[in-house]
């Protein structure tokens, strides 16, 4: 498992280590900023997206083991929006804070942005055990499902920023509703067995 | 990367008809007239303002300097040439370079149509001739808050205007780009925008000194990317106001529908006139960036009319240019 996660953590840092080199190597073509911008937004989206598909593909595949890997997922969720955050906030607005609140009052898709980064940030800061602890197994499960907020703020910050191509954003929009509908259909599935269970109960 | 395929038949290897006919003349007629005939060819051929050579690449010729140029320091070549907006052939600004680089530009025809005395269609090397090539090293913003300097080489819009003869009645010039979805992948479908491409401007707007047809960069044949064989440039407005590729120029009396206008009239008005005082909907124009600035150079303060408010202000003397955006 160890080596497992460790795989999987450079993994996880190879889109970084390639934008790093892309931008060693000066490849990052005539708009570095768009670039970056760019590519952190998307990995920030894909994490999450793979973040929640770890329970879809747990239970279909029998894999219990993948849960393990969650957090660490989910933390590189936080880690690509932080970074697309920064970029922002320093290479795009250079840290002038009244231009930011204006974007985000003004532009609907700053405030979506801004909306999923806000709904990670609890999360990645009670990821530990001891939060979890802390809090009770219940009530940080029952937190950390802000994370079908959060992606779904996020996917609609990329449909809203798009000029006229939606057809990307569309797919990943479409991905998490794929993994939304897994978790309702999940869900309404255990009440129904839960009411019947009651019934026979009662019956009895 | 840009991998350039050669032509079947280069074009300038290609007699052109009127070489042609002369050179039939010159057989015919008599010796000296032969000669005086043969080195007004060479002259035509070497020294004129136009070869008949239509390459992205091959240089252009006879280029004049222009008052109106900018002495800012140009984008480079390449930059100009890899990252722009071609939606016909792709949605991002990087993959046009590539998917445009087969485009034909030959034999291609511009159709001058609608409120003129002489509607005409005229080939696309006589509209090279039509007025001499002038560089123009101008300003280029994009509604999406990136900006180049660029030096154009074209002739001012009026020219062909003039030798068009519009009615007095036509108050508005609409351009169209060529529909050719075998060339233009994204023009098979409506899901990115609705084909062919279409602009307009004002008859003030068009007739303004600034306003340019181009059909080079950078002392080179326009390449494909940018728009050839020909397109339209103004300077004090937003980069996709100058339409690329155009096949026909009409002139009406009311005001053309304008693409970005169908898709999104409350992000992009018919004038789209550079302006830091009026934000997109979904971004600040006061600021943009310098393409080929380093990663850490702050952005540069967008100008009104992108800096071209002493030429162009009066033109909108008195209208809400936050109305009329």
């Known amino acids: ?142 937190l950390h499902r802000l994370i079908y907020f959060s992606a779904t703020a996020a996917v609609i910050h990329f449909v809203w920023l798009v000029k006229a191509d939606k057809r990307r954003p569309f797919m990943y929009g479409v991905v998490l509703l794929l993994l939304l509908a897994y978790r309702f259909a999940a869900w309404s599935m255990t009440k129904a067995r839960t009411a019947r269970k009651q019934q026979l109960a009662i019956s009895s | 990367m840009l991998i350039k395929k050669p032509g079947d038949i280069p074009s300038s290897e290609i007699t052109s008809k009127s070489n042609y006919f002369t050179r039939r003349k010159f057989i015919t007629g008599a010796a000296a007239t032969g000669a005086a005939i043969a080195a007004g060819l060479y002259l035509r051929n070497h020294d004129g303002p136009l070869e008949d050579t239509v390459h992205a690449g091959s240089k252009l010729s006879g280029i004049v300097k222009s008052q109106y140029s900018t002495t800012e320091k140009p984008t480079s070549f390449k930059d100009i040439t890899n990252y722009n907006n071609y939606y016909e052939f792709g949605t991002d600004k990087y993959s046009p370079a590539g998917l445009a680089a087969n485009f034909h530009t030959r034999p291609w025809t511009v159709s001058i149509e609608g409120m003129v005395k002489k509607p005409k269609k005229l080939d696309i090397d006589t509209i090279l001739k039509l007025s001499p090539l002038e560089e123009r090293i101008y300003r280029h913003r994009c509604v999406e808050g990136w900006s180049m300097v660029i030096p154009w080489v074209g002739f001012p819009l009026n020219a062909l205007i003039k030798q068009a003869e519009p009615l007095g009645s036509a108050k508005f010039v609409a351009f169209e780009t060529v529909f050719a979805p075998n060339q233009m992948p994204n023009q098979k479908s409506n899901d990115v925008l609705f084909w062919p491409y279409v602009e307009g401007l004002r008859m003030d707007e068009a007739m303004h000194p600034l306003t340019i047809l181009a059909v080079g960069l950078y002392d080179e044949v326009l390449p494909n990317v940018d728009g050839a064989p020909l397109r339209l440039v103004v300077p004090w407005k937003y980069g996709f106001k100058g339409i690329k590729a155009i096949v026909k120029i009409r002139f009406a009396d009311t005001m053309p529908p304008t693409t970005w206008n169908i898709m999104a009239s409350n992000e992009y008005g018919f ?34 009319f992108n800096g071209y408010s002493d030429q162009v202000a009066s033109l909108y003397s008195g209208m809400d240019l936050k109305k009329y955006f």
Not at chain 1, 43 to 53: A, D, K, N, R
Not at chain 1, 54 to 75: C, E, H, N, Q
Not at chain 2, 272 to 278: I, Y
């Open chain 2, 271 to 304: 004038y789209s006139n550079v302006n830091p005082n009026v934000d997109h909907p979904r971004w600040s124009q006061k600021t943009e960036r310098r393409i080929g600035d380093s990663l850490f150079a702050p952005k540069h303060p967008t100008l009104m």
């Open chain 1, 1 to 142: 498992m160890r080596a497992l996660k460790v795989l999987v953590f450079l993994l996880c840092l190879t889109p970084l280590g390639l934008l790093v080199w892309k931008g060693y190597q000066q490849d990052l073509g005539a708009n570095p900023v768009d670039v970056i911008t760019r590519a952190t937004g998307k990995w920030t989206l894909v994490f999450l997206l793979i973040t929640l598909s770890v329970t879809p593909v747990r239970k279909l595949a029998a894999l219990p083991w993948l849960i393990r890997l969650r957090r660490m997922l989910g933390l590189f969720a936080f880690f690509y929006g932080t970074l697309h955050l920064t970029t922002y906030v320093w290479l795009d607005k250079f840290f002038n804070v009244q231009e930011m609140l204006h974007d985000i009052v003004k532009r609907r898709f700053i405030t979506a942005g801004m909306t999923a980064f806000a709904l990670m940030l609890p999360l990645a800061l009670t990821s530990t055990a001891g939060w979890i602890r802390r809090l009770g197994g219940k009530r940080w499960q029952m």
